[in-house]
């Protein structure tokens, strides 16, 4: 059985590289710039950089290595102006597993003695980071990060990129404290409890920028309690409406959802966020293109048997209805299950535009284009001879001898165009 080969340059190398480090053998295959297997230590230090760039930006191209110091400030500045990448607990651990493997393949002992010693080094310091977690009365966030598949992942991978920067470059590099405090409050928000929570916060010099980071952290995790714990503690409401914008814009939201459960039974449907748009969340689920329909069926749903009222409700900014929402994302078994539930096919955005108009215009956009045609005719279908006139399939004049055929043949004639 041939070993499993960690290729860069794949444009599906996040998926390769989450499978890859559950593996029990991992080839690296890219293509870097050590010419020679036993070339200079700062080529293949900037190499093993190289590689965890390459992991956190998902396999885009990595930094030309013809003047590795020049490289070496370019690679710095860009870990230092991209600190999410080392958000996600599951990322940071696939990262230092490659990290790791790297290192095991290392043909040089010299090499590999070297970077043996920096990882030793790291390890070090995540103990005396929990030391001092523990301390500072976060037992049980020293605890927390035990559980996940490699311990203190988060931390290590930061002081591991650190370290290796400073092996390559002149520079001395400050420590981020911000970058290791934004791994704390995303392993607290997606496997932590309220009462870690206001142990963070307390100790916190920017709340507002921590409950962020909490609150994706609990939304990735479905953490319920911990988005409980938040949202009750809004004691303003475009507070709480940008809570429930996040919490319903996020692509793996499905019916089993806890946070979604919480907030549909919770009764907050409606929200204004500190933008001052105000809107409600079947609008918001519906203008997601990506999502699956079948799962956003059984929600949108929910959420309209709970509060019918929703189903024509534009939202503030574009004045775009449930409906015209399910037309513009190509969601056709939603838009007739809208309609069904009386959904109004005249309705017109701030443009004075309906949804079959909206769709007509949107023709030169390819993505979803065949199900946005498709709900747009269902809307066609159930609209009166008044709406076609409004979505330019007919003259004022010809309305009464229009029929439903002959607008049909009109709108697959505009769209063709």
């Not at 996940?148 to 002081?159: D, E, H, L, R, V």
């Not at 496997?191 to 994706?216: C, H, Y």
């Not at 939304?219 to 709480?240: H, R, S």
């Amino acid at each position: 059985m041939s070993k499993p080969r960690l290729d860069f340059d794949k444009p599906s190398f996040d998926s390769v590289l989450a499978n890859a480090a559950l593996a029990q053998n991992v080839v690296i295959a890219s293509n870097l710039s050590v010419r020679a297997p036993y070339g200079p230590m700062k080529n293949r230090l900037f190499s093993v950089l190289n590689v965890l760039l390459r992991a956190v930006t998902f396999g885009q191209k990595g930094v030309a290595t013809t003047f590795p110091e020049k490289s070496m400030k370019a690679v710095a500045a860009k870990i230092k102006n991209h600190p999410t990448l080392f958000l996600k607990p599951d990322n940071v651990v696939n990262i230092h597993t490659v990290l790791e493997r790297y290192i095991q393949q290392t043909k040089n002992p010299k090499i590999k003695q070297r970077l043996e010693k920096i990882l030793q080094d790291c390890h070090l310091n995540v103990k005396d980071a929990e030391k001092t977690l523990a301390q500072d009365g976060l037992k049980d966030l020293a605890g927390l990060m035990a559980q996940i598949s490699n311990p203190g992942a988060a931390a290590t991978i930061a002081k591991s990129v650190e370290r290796i920067l400073e092996h390559c470059s002149k520079e001395d590099l400050s420590k981020d404290k911000d970058l290791t405090y934004s791994n704390l409050t995303q392993l607290v928000g997606r496997f932590g409890n309220p009462e870690m929570v206001k142990t963070l916060l307390a100790k916190s010099d920017d709340v507002d920028l921590r409950k962020a980071q909490i609150l994706d952290g609990c939304i990735e995790g479905d953490n319920v309690k911990v988005f409980e714990a938040l949202f009750e503690d809004a004691k303003e409401a475009n507070l709480k409406g940008d809570f429930l914008m996040k919490a319903s814009t996020k692509p793996f939201i499905t019916d089993a959802s806890k946070v979604l459960a919480f907030v549909i039974n919770q009764n907050e449907l409606r929200f204004t966020t500190s933008n001052g748009v105000s809107t409600n969340l079947v609008i918001k689920l519906l203008s997601n293109s990506k999502a699956d329909e079948q799962r956003l069926m059984g929600i949108v749903m929910s959420m309209l048997d709970k509060d019918p009222t929703l189903i024509n409700e534009a939202e503030s900014f574009n004045l775009h209805t449930p409906l015209i929402h399910a037309v513009i994302s190509g969601l056709a078994k939603i838009t007739a299950e809208l309609l069904t539930r009386g959904a109004d096919s005249k309705a017109k955005n701030k443009k004075a535009m309906n949804a079959v108009k909206i769709a007509i215009g949107l023709k030169g956009i390819a993505v979803n284009k065949e199900a946005r045609n498709e709900a747009a005719l269902l809307v066609l279908k159930a609209g009166d001879k008044d709406m076609w006139v409004d979505a330019g399939l007919v003259a004022i004049a010809d309305k009464d001898a229009a029929t439903v055929e002959s607008v049909i043949a009109e709108f697959n004639k505009q769209i063709a165009s």
